[in-house]
């Protein structure tokens, strides 16, 4: 089995780092950092186990506007990465991706600058006016040959500019859902999360739209549950997790519980990060970049939560995290701390110890498994 670490570094070296995880030992072998010109944003392994995806999260690539994306073939022996093709995005700052296998289409949304340019607007009555102007958040999508080659993007939807929100639109994240064939992506600029479909020709359609809580909360990353009808998303500025229940086409909330122990018990946002369900559908975790902490949640039959533990990392600015198939060990990049840890997981979910792996990483934010096996 192999731990891939994307290292992101918006203006300079990246690269993606390579791990052999030995089960037997339950130790990382590291085995060195490829492709360092990338800005490594996210990391995804295709469900067939071929591809390796991966976007270059940059403001231009080669004096050309965008990002791009990439994707490689995976030696299944050897854990290495052939790149087989790279093509430019449209928008600035490429952050998350999605392959949906079966449809052989890769969705890819973007951060957006936060920043804006401020330009004169003539109205029809000729009246001179001052217009903000910011950067285009949008979920492109592009097909993939049987070959790994990457097309497009084929199709576009620029996320809009929402009444009263506090920033612009910042897309941060795509959560999946297979069964409804449906994307839940999340603005943490226009806090909002919105339900997006594909129709035959590929271009995304909105379907719904969702506040959480009904108030401020920067919905940051998302995950579905196994097997529950549930979606969880946890939050950049607020000290919460939210839970959804997917319907046809839209979700409804069902609860919303503290990060930590109390809700906004904090008057800084807490920051959180990566979030993710074990395999066995029981424990829902999430990361606390301010902490340098996780919090580990029960989950109910009904897919509610239960607040379980918090948990130290000892390095800095926890960033991304994966859970091994037997849900046994769990590795967490650290940003700041430029580590990986390594975490064993008990049979009730909670964490008891760690240690860390290869403490010389340029900037490691995002992570994803291969097992050969599978």
């Not at 030696?75 to 093709?85: A, E, P």
């Not at 991304?320 to 590795?331: C, E, G, Q, S």
Request: aromatic content about 8%; overall charge negative; hydrophobic content about 35%.
């Amino acid at each position: 089995m192999f731990l891939y670490v994307g290292n992101k570094n918006l203006f300079g070296e990246g690269g993606i780092s390579i791990f052999r995880y030995i089960e037997n030992e339950g130790t990382l072998e590291f085995l060195g950092t490829r492709h360092t010109d990338i800005s490594a944003g996210f990391l995804a392994v295709d469900d067939k186990n071929a591809y390796l995806f991966c976007v270059n999260e940059r403001l231009e690539c080669n004096g050309v506007p965008g990002g791009q994306v990439l994707c490689f073939r995976i030696d299944s022996r050897t854990g290495n990465l052939k790149l087989l093709s790279r093509v430019n995005t449209h928008t600035v700052l490429p952050c998350y991706l999605h392959y949906i296998s079966d449809k052989r289409r890769l969705l890819v949304c973007n951060h957006a600058k936060r920043d804006w340019i401020l330009k004169v607007d003539l109205t029809a009555e000729g009246i001179l006016r001052s217009k903000k102007i910011y950067d285009d958040a949008a979920l492109e999508v592009f097909d993939v040959t049987q070959d790994g080659i990457i097309k497009g993007p084929t199709s576009c939807w620029v996320a809009p500019h929402a009444n009263n929100a506090s920033d612009n639109p910042h897309l941060h994240s795509i959560t999946y859902d297979a069964k409804n064939c449906q994307s839940l992506v999340c603005d943490t600029g226009s806090d909002l999360i919105y339900t997006l479909t594909l129709d035959d020709y590929g271009s995304p359609l909105l379907t719904s739209v969702v506040n959480p809580n009904g108030k401020a909360s920067a919905p940051r990353y998302g995950v579905i549950h196994p097997r529950l009808p549930i979606a969880y998303f946890n939050s950049e500025k607020q000290n919460a997790v939210f839970v959804f229940k997917i319907c046809e086409n839209e979700i409804r909330q069902l609860q919303v519980i503290p990060a930590l122990e109390l809700l906004g018990s904090l008057e800084e946002p807490i920051e959180q990060s990566a979030i993710a369900v074990n395999h066995a559908g029981t424990v829902l975790y999430t990361l606390i970049r301010k902490t340098s902490s996780i919090s580990a949640f029960s989950i109910g039959g009904d897919g509610r939560l239960r607040f379980l533990q918090s948990y130290p990392v000892h390095y800095e600015s926890p960033r991304a995290l994966v859970i091994t198939p037997d849900d046994k060990n769990m590795f967490v990049a650290c940003s700041t701390g430029k580590a990986v840890v390594h975490i064993k997981i008990s049979l009730d979910g909670s964490l008891s110890h760690q240690t860390s792996e290869e403490s010389s990483l340029i900037s490691p934010s995002s992570m994803t498994l291969f097992d050969p096996r599978h």
